[in-house]
């Protein structure tokens, strides 16, 4: 099969969203299938075609959002070189400018379009109203969101219970929805596959001793993923155990707020900022760490916690949908819902070792079903479904034109 991704963001940007695309393509090349992306070049305003890789980068002007950018709708240069591909099914994964594109170019050429819905945009509109019309932008939002998926997508994509009841229940969405928790290169992140001499060097850089309790957040440092919750947290936390310490790995536009909050509290030395990480060197920071925390409730589904898993590092979690998928309390991981009842979980895992080993071997095993061997072959079949829906209509559609013909000649 030949497979067109349709995405605003590729590597070498980082982010959820990228680590899933760049998982869902090997796990694809891997069983012998033909993939191409086409994404916006995030490193400078011209085209570039990586043979080898098959990824296509258009040119695109920077958005003010992190390091993503927004290309032209309909790029001639690049319908070119895609119509060479003579792709059997295009998968679009942003709604935005390449989003259109990938609907635009799919019905001009007739190709199957699936849709994997990955952010909750409501939960983001703050950054273009910067608090004004909220309400209104989220009207708007969600008439967009169903309009790419109803009217354009052949299927759609969710990673979990939480977005399938949005587009259900909110949206009143009609078409196909497929339930498909988006997989990881597990094998990655497990403890056997990893290099002790790094993870040490890493303990040295980061002045972490083995007696130190590590506590790890990997994501956008940014309002919506709750950071602060975690900061404030570690000061009561530190000051009842002095080797209590929380890594936050990730940048954005409030990094430096959280820096300064963070000494603020007196902080120093019990919470380190890394800024951003080299996907390759992400594994090493899962094992030098005992936890993994969020406390984010406007995950889609939340990558990092399996990453967590995958590497025997407990997950403690807001309690929310998005995790519950994936976490079950005291088998795999544990959740909260307030700082108080965080903390409390915390230190139930720091007093009692045996617990917490007990619960990271069962993470490990839980997240041997995130596989991306796993999450490609249910890909597969939706992509399928996608062609023969396709088929079909193609069919009925020259008979229903044959039909409105006759229908107007002899009636």
């Not at 959002?65 to 070189?81: G, H, Q, W």
């Not at 591909?85 to 295009?90: C, E, G, T």
């Not at 996907?279 to 990453?307: C, N, R």
Request: hydrophobic share 35%; net charge neutral.
């Amino acid at each position: 099969m030949r497979i067109g991704i349709f995405t605003e963001t590729y590597t070498p940007y980082i982010s959820g969203l990228v680590t899933s695309e760049v998982m869902l393509k090997h796990a694809l090349e891997k069983q012998g299938h033909e993939v191409y992306v086409v994404t916006a070049n995030l490193e400078s305003f011209k085209y570039e075609y990586d043979e080898k890789e098959r990824v296509l980068k258009i040119p695109g002007l920077p958005t003010g959002i992190y390091d993503s950018r927004l290309t032209s709708v309909y790029p001639i240069r690049a319908v070119n070189k895609i119509k060479s591909w003579n792709l059997d099914v295009i998968h679009s994964q942003t709604e935005f400018a390449v989003g259109t594109f990938a609907r635009l170019f799919a019905k001009q050429f007739n190709i199957p379009l699936v849709h994997t819905y990955h952010t909750l945009y409501e939960d983001y509109v703050h950054y273009i109203t910067k608090g004004y019309f909220n309400r209104s932008s989220k009207k708007i939002v969600e008439y967009l969101s169903k309009f790419y998926c109803e009217t354009t997508a052949t299927e759609l994509i969710v990673p979990t219970n939480k977005i399938y009841k949005l587009f259900r229940e909110k949206y009143n969405f009609e078409k196909n929805i497929h339930i498909i928790p988006t997989g990881i290169e597990v094998e990655r992140f497990y403890q056997e596959n990893q290099d002790e001499k790094e993870i040490e060097n890493l303990r040295k850089l980061l002045n972490i001793s083995k007696k130190d309790f590590v506590i790890l957040f990997v994501g956008r440092l940014a309002e919506e993923k709750n950071v602060k919750f975690l900061i404030h947290s570690q000061k009561i936390l530190a000051d009842k155990y002095k080797n209590m310490k929380l890594i936050i790995v990730g940048d954005g536009p409030d990094k430096e707020e959280y820096e300064e909050y963070s000494k603020k509290l007196g902080l120093e030395k019990n919470v380190i900022f890394t800024g951003k990480v080299a996907w390759k060197d992400m594994p090493y920071y899962y094992h030098i760490s005992d936890i993994f925390a969020t406390a984010s409730k406007t995950e889609t589904q939340g990558l990092t916690v399996i990453e967590a898993m995958a590497a025997n590092t407990v997950p403690v979690c807001m309690r929310d949908e998005a995790f519950q998928s994936m976490v079950t309390e005291d088998l795999n991981g544990l959740f909260f819902e307030t700082e108080e009842e965080y903390q409390k979980k915390i230190l139930y895992l720091y007093e009692n070792r045996k617990e917490l080993e007990k619960i990271d071997k069962q993470a490990r095993i839980q997240a041997e079903h995130y596989s991306s061997k796993n999450y490609a072959d249910r890909v597969l079949e939706v992509y399928q479904r996608a062609i023969k829906e396709k088929e079909m209509e193609n069919r009925f559609g020259i008979l229903s034109k044959l039909y409105k013909k006759i229908k107007e000649r002899f009636l």
